[in-house]
């Protein structure tokens, strides 16, 4: 069973930074695509930031410029630098992976959520 924990997640004021971790721990053969979403309350989810295996972002339009991700396939780690954050930006944020247990078997595995709170 694989899981993924979240980290760095906290409450920072407007313009300030923060970098999520999100690890990926069992019995993991490789993982592809790696990325961030975010719920704020009464909202979807929505994609923030995705990383392939090769290391090809994207990015929502919305935090084009001021976040960065980043991946170390060695730690089966995800990032995301977050800077010049804004009050909009506050929402739960969620890593998601997708895991392959061998090169047939595969998962999307979601972590449990960290909150990010910017105050103006």
């Known amino acids: 069973q694989v899981q993924l924990v979240e980290s760095g997640g906290g409450l920072v004021q407007a313009g300030g930074s923060l970098r999520l971790s999100c690890a990926a721990s069992?019995?993991?053969?490789?993982?592809?695509?790696m990325g961030w979403y975010r719920q704020a309350p009464g909202k979807q989810r929505e994609l923030v930031a995705r990383?392939?295996?090769?290391?090809?972002?994207n990015y929502a339009d919305s935090v084009k410029g001021r976040f960065a991700i980043s991946r170390d396939n060695a730690k089966n780690t995800v990032y995301l630098q977050m800077n010049s954050l804004k009050p909009e930006d506050t929402a739960v944020y969620y890593c998601?992976?997708?895991?392959?247990?061998?090169?047939?078997?595969?998962?999307?595995?979601w972590g449990q959520g960290t909150q990010v709170t910017v105050s103006s």
């Open positions: 990383i392939s295996s090769g290391d090809s972002p």
């Open positions: 998601k992976a997708g895991v392959r247990y061998s090169r047939t078997a595969y998962q999307v595995i």
């Open positions: 069992g019995s993991i053969f490789s993982i592809d695509d």
